[in-house]
């Protein structure tokens, strides 16, 4: 039953409690103040501590039938390589996930389990299916469980040493709190697949076990992302401000990892006297072409998940919510939440992701062929909101038949709380002629987010009407 596995999976869970005790310690208590390249080099020293405990422990209890090291530790590299070079891109820039993901309900749950966790588990299931699937060495059920894992924890290193980079250095309690509970996670789901991968190997199991295999493992991906979501606290991205961290997240991905444990253990046993009793039936199917049809199956499952990741990712995007306010009628985008004020027509707010604005309001007794003194107006009611505020360009132009003056501004916007710092805003107007009034329509948005804007403002004002 290959008991120094089992071993070494429980002396990395209580070894990591120590080193995570030792490190929110040393932490607390002398509070280093690291920056710059040297934060950055010691966070991603403790992404690579969780996968280099499992493994050297791996090494030095796995007695009893040792799994050929250098195996063990290729297929860990190649989960983090295929994780860093095509998983999280695809995830992330491909599909965007973490732009829209949490604008709604749906689209929290089928883009975590059909879009992150269907890439994840397809990684991790080609790491052993292509690279060590076939050799001789995979010649037992728990070898499955043994790569899978391996590849499960490459894969989440990739995950800490990507959170890492993308924020320049993470504040060091914290983060390895964080890390370690990702690490035992994912290298949990990892077994999941190779207990999958084990069976199909040695006793040829039907064509659907692989992708049952696969979509389980992405469902269990998908719902503790959620989860942990929920019950993690405490802020990553803070490098020279010390305190101590939630372990809300890490103890649920310890438990998570106790439980899968647990019930591997449990099925190994099982099939073991299964087949010890000759109690499993012979396969039907000739082993070669049943293990090609699996493979493409699982393939096709894994398009499928993301064809229905992409269609949820779409509908997430362009859904709209429509709006008739004083004969103005029209649509915004659907994460977009209601602030209108008392003196305007309509506030939205993209309260979730960019914190753009798009605004309509009204100023009365003015003729077509005043509408430069509408920008005087503008000017002079925020130069009392802004801390600064400037006109970058103005522009006469026709819209929808209408004459319209189109200015461009930025302004400098006033901490809302301490210690935070005043914020840099771009924006447009377009001041178009209406009978003796002035319709302002305008967009509000960050510089760094303002091409992503503003495609859905133009989207906005081909919906407006009044």
């Not at 295929?82 to 689209?107: H, I, K, T």
């Not at 790491?127 to 059920?141: D, L, T």
């Not at 992409?310 to 709006?323: I, K, M």
């Not at 302002?440 to 859905?456: G, H």
Request: proline letters at 5%; hydrophobic letters at 55%.
């Amino acid at each position: 039953m290959r008991r120094g596995v089992w071993l070494a999976s429980g002396l990395t869970l209580l070894l990591l409690i120590i080193f995570i005790a030792i490190v929110v310690g040393i932490d607390v208590a002398l509070q280093p103040r690291l920056t710059g390249l040297e934060l950055i080099l010691v966070g991603i020293l403790l992404a690579l501590v969780p996968a280099g405990l499992w493994l050297a422990l791996f090494y030095l209890q796995d007695r009893l039938e040792p799994e050929p090291k250098a195996e063990v530790v290729r297929i860990f590299i190649i989960g983090l390589a295929l994780g860093g070079a095509f998983g999280l891109p695809l995830v992330q820039q491909v599909f965007r996930l973490p732009e829209w993901q949490y604008r709604d309900l749906s689209a929290t749950v089928l883009g975590a389990i059909f879009i992150a966790g269907a890439v994840e588990a397809f990684i991790i299931y080609a790491a052993v299916r292509f690279f060590i699937y076939h050799s001789p060495q995979f010649n037992e059920r728990t070898d499955g469980v043994i790569y899978g894992t391996a590849a499960g924890l490459g894969y989440a290193t990739a995950l800490n040493v990507q959170l890492i980079l993308a924020s320049g250095g993470a504040a060091i309690a914290a983060s390895e709190v964080h890390m370690a509970g990702i690490a035992l996670a994912h290298a949990a789901f990892g077994g999941v697949l190779g207990y999958f991968l084990g069976r199909a190997k040695l006793e040829r199991e039907p064509v659907w076990w692989l992708p049952a295999g696969l979509l389980l493992t992405a469902v269990l991906i998908g719902l503790f992302t959620l989860l942990r979501t929920q019950v993690q606290q405490g802020r990553l991205l803070t490098g020279t401000i010390t305190y101590l961290p939630s372990v809300t997240g890490f103890l649920l991905a310890a438990a998570l990892a106790l439980v899968v444990a647990l019930v591997i253990i449990w099925l190994m046993r099982r099939d073991t006297s299964l087949a010890l009793g000759g109690r499993r039936a012979a396969p039907t199917l000739d082993a070669t072409i049943g293990d090609r049809a699996a493979n493409w199956a699982v393939i096709g499952l894994f398009v499928l998940c993301l064809v229905v990741g992409g269609l949820v990712w779409d509908r997430t995007v362009h859904r709209s919510s429509a709006f008739d306010v004083d004969g103005f009628r029209g649509s915004y985008p659907a994460h977009f939440s209601l602030a209108t004020r008392p003196d305007e027509i309509l506030r939205v707010v993209d309260v979730l992701d960019t914190q753009a604005q798009f605004v309509i309001s009204v100023v009365s007794d003015v003729q077509p062929t005043m509408l430069g003194s509408v920008i005087s107006q503008l000017t002079a009611v925020r130069a009392t909101e802004y801390e600064s505020y400037r006109v970058l360009d103005t522009q006469e132009r026709q819209w929808r038949g209408r004459p319209i003056l189109e200015q461009h501004f930025a302004g400098v916007e006033p901490p809302a709380l301490e210690p935070t710092l005043p914020r840099l805003l771009e924006g447009v107007d377009y001041i178009v002629a209406d009978g003796n009034r002035a319709v302002v329509i305008t967009m509000i948005a960050d510089p760094e987010t303002y091409d992503t804007v503003e495609p859905l403002f133009l989207r906005f004002l081909e919906t407006l009407t009044f």
